[in-house]
């Protein structure tokens, strides 16, 4: 496997990291704990480095998984998690208060078993709390040595370059991929502009470039996606379309759907590292050889070509939630 600057910062991780949320909630029942340390192990003995979680993510639980997995092998990994939101009565409250972060990094460190967190993302920004006192916090967490680097999550260009002018942003997470594409409108050009590394969550549209979903496929009833406008019925069979466009292309490169959707990311800027979540080895070993395709000119062409003349259904979020994103 690779590796890859996150932007101008020292942080150097594998070309692709592993999301671990799913391993936990979001996508039906979580499976077995063991199983999960197992395969995050495996991970780290295929060449991955780059571990996300967040403390929101179980809620807790998650980092508990990723911290027991990953304690035998610290210094060969970079752990990432998120701090800002906050279960209450079983609802998610945004909360970056200054107090509160600082309250965060302890709970998160104890279950991450670490005494530094690598990068330390603002899981969304608060819009009660200047992001000024944000970046100001983790700064202060950074030179206390807790944090090495700070990171945002879903946040706006205008308030990444005012977070950015308190304490340098290494790192900043968004959805990005073939069928979530409005980070190339903004985003990207100011994270170029400042030196900031990107990292696409969902690169395979929450499992839809897989090629392995269409408008038959049921999910069991904690399933997220079942109340995602995108995934509907109906607009999981028009987007088939951009399946199909991996699938042609992945057939002339002896590849999967999956490991185009995610050698076209890689191929958009060294400074990218997208995240694929999975529960399966088999998806987690489909997932880093796309890390070996190179896609051509001609490739990319005729990617770009065909996927601008789709138009994708579906909102990505239910309205709620898309409110708490800063694109």
């Known amino acids: 496997m ?22 936990s909630q979001s996508y039906g029942l979580p499976p077995d704990k063991q199983a999960m340390i197992s395969l995050i192990r495996t991970a780290v003995d295929r060449g991955i480095t780059f571990f996300d979680t967040a403390e929101v993510y179980g809620p807790h639980t998650n ?65 009660n709390v200047p992001i000024e006192d944000v970046a100001g916090t983790v700064k202060e967490l950074i030179a206390q040595g807790k944090v090495r680097h700070f990171g945002m999550s879903e946040a706006g260009a205008r308030t990444i370059r005012r977070a950015h002018a308190v304490q340098p942003v290494t790192a900043v997470q968004s959805e990005y991929s073939l069928w979530w594409r409005r980070p190339e409108e903004e985003l990207l050009p100011t994270l170029e502009e400042l030196g900031i590394g990107f990292v696409p969550f969902s690169p395979l549209g929450k499992g839809f470039l897989t090629g392995t979903i269409d408008e038959k496929t049921t999910f069991v009833s904690s399933d997220f996606r079942n109340i995602v406008p995108r995934f509907t019925p109906e607009a999981r069979k028009a987007n088939q379309a951009i399946v199909d466009v991996l699938r042609r292309i992945a057939e002339k490169k002896r590849a999967t759907p999956a490991q185009i959707a995610l050698a076209w990311l890689l191929a958009q800027k060294s400074w990218m590292v997208p995240i694929p979540g999975t529960t399966k080895l088999a998806r987690l070993d489909e997932n880093i050889g796309a890390a070996a395709i190179r896609l051509t000119p001609d490739d990319r062409r005729e990617i770009e070509t065909a996927a601008s ?13 898309e409110k708490r994103t800063g694109l």
């Open 2 to 23: 690779q590796t890859r600057k996150l932007g101008k910062s020292k942080l150097e991780v594998s070309a692709l990291g592993l999301g671990c949320m799913g391993m």
């Open 63 to 127: 980092e508990e998984l990723v911290g027991e997995a990953l304690a035998p092998l610290r210094q060969q990994v970079v752990i990432a998690t998120k701090f800002g939101i906050r279960n209450e009565q079983g609802q998610q409250v945004q909360d970056s208060r200054p107090e509160r972060i600082k309250q965060s990094i302890e709970g998160s460190l104890k279950r991450l078993r670490t005494d530094v967190v690598d990068l330390y993302y603002q899981h969304r920004v608060d819009p």
């Open 309 to 321: 003349q789709i138009t994708i259904q579906g909102a990505r979020y239910p309205e709620a939630l």
